[in-house]
């Protein structure tokens, strides 16, 4: 396993991140300082950074099912229930990928993967996520090209990017931002209150079968398209075409 890969995989960060600790001179394998990026790390090595001793963990790559009422956090001094009360005592540490509060429920990525978790928060990566919201009133569908096109909320420049009807008072949205609770202000300020916000997909991942509460372990391909999903490719630049002379007419 490559250093860097080693070291993300022991927690310390996205790889990008952690080739900042081996540049520095701080990680050593076996005693030695290593500062090479291609160094292979093999199971029977010591490797510390500074004077802790590392060990690789297995990479999550799982989805949950949060319940209404849980918290996005380890831990709450009024000591409520979090999403960590449904994750198995045996994983290694793990975080999450896009929060919900306390009153929304649905779709979390759960990972210790650096590398993964940096594609899918940066905002240049605009990662769409889709939600089922409930209003405490029909739609009114003249609001629909204003929750596109954007305004500001408290948090900043907000807009959605689609918004189909399910029924009078159940619309899917999509988002490419994640503006602290943008959905329920956006709409509070066209005059709804959201009464039930779920989270139903993140990039090509859905919640599928796994029911509120539950988890589910991501195979390779599900991760693979996930990753896929959050890298930005490059646009395509269209090749110059020098235009053609206008051709002489033929003599009569």
């Given amino acids: 396993m490559r250093l860097n890969k080693f070291l993300a995989a022991a927690g310390l960060g996205s790889r990008r991140s952690v080739e900042e600790l081996i540049a520095s001179g701080i ?8 500062t090479s990026l291609a160094t292979q790390v093999e199971p029977t090595d010591a490797v510390k950074v500074g004077s802790k001793l590392l060990h690789s963990e297995r990479l999550i790559h799982a989805v949950l099912n949060k319940p209404r009422g849980y918290l996005c956090t380890a831990n709450d001094p009024e ?3 979090t999403i960590f009360s449904l994750l198995p005592r045996d994983w290694p540490r793990v975080h999450y990928v896009g929060r919900l509060d306390k009153d929304s429920e649905g779709l979390l990525i759960i990972t210790n993967d650096g590398d993964l978790t940096n594609l899918l928060t940066h905002p240049r990566h605009e990662v769409e996520k889709e939600y089922e919201v409930c209003l405490d009133k029909p739609f009114d569908i003249t609001h629909r090209e204003k929750l596109l096109r954007g305004f500001r909320i408290e948090p900043g420049f907000a807009k959605c990017e689609v918004i189909d009807s399910i029924r009078r008072e159940k619309i899917r949205v999509t988002l490419r931002q994640g503006l602290k609770r943008q959905i329920r202000l956006m709409f509070y300020k066209m005059g709804y209150e959201v009464e039930r916000l779920v989270r139903v997909r993140i990039g090509p991942i859905l919640t599928g079968e796994v029911s509120p509460g539950n988890w589910r372990l991501l195979n390779q391909k599900e ?4 990753r896929e999903d959050a890298t930005p490719t490059a646009k395509k630049v269209e090749p110059h075409k020098t235009p053609k002379s206008p051709r002489k007419p033929k003599p009569l």
């Fill in 79 to 81: 000591e409520r229930k």
């Fill in 27 to 34: 990680v050593r394998i076996n005693g030695k300082v290593v």
């Fill in 223 to 226: 991760v693979a398209k996930l």
